[in-house]
């Protein structure tokens, strides 16, 4: 199964998330350096350049972490529910492969902070009893349709046993 990759893709919206999330990450490192430039003449009389590298710094992390990563994260993301186990791939430069045995599954939940809330997606958690993993980025209505499936087919298969 592991030469397949999982069907599933994450919502479109999350680009959006991605770029609105690196954008005010951004711009709260960015307060650091300004700050530096701000108060480094009158206290220490350091060198002026370091704060402008500073800012370089920040705003090359900030244009990758707002366009070129969320771009990247929508490429790689997948995951497929199947009967007996959960299937996760993700990554951009490793890319990782998790299987999830429906067995394990302890619970599921579903979260979502403001941004998130605002563009009507949620991230689905699953909890196993040694780990957590996420799906990021589904629409509220597929994370619920997913949250219910795997409750129901790792009750399945708790019964099993």
Known sequence: MLENEPSG????????????NGILEGFVLLLFPIS???????????????????IAGV???????????????????????????I??????????RTLIPMIRVQHVDTEYGPVMRYFGLATLRISTAATDHHIP?????????LMGEIASLARVSDEDV
Do not use: C
């Not at 701000?38 to 206290?43: D, G, L, S, V």
């Open 137 to 145: 980025a589904l629409s509220k209505e597929k994370a619920s349709e």
């Open 36 to 54: 530096y430039l701000m108060i480094e003449e009158f206290f220490w009389n350091l060198p002026v350049i370091w704060g402008w590298i500073g």
């Open 59 to 85: 705003t090359i992390y900030t244009i990758w972490r707002s366009v070129v990563a969320p771009q990247l994260r929508m490429q790689f993301w997948r995951y497929e529910i199947q009967e007996d186990e």
């Open 9 to 20: 893709h994450i919502d479109p919206r999350a680009l959006k998330v991605w770029f609105l």
């Open 87 to 96: 299937y996760i791939q993700h990554g951009i430069f490793v890319i990782k």
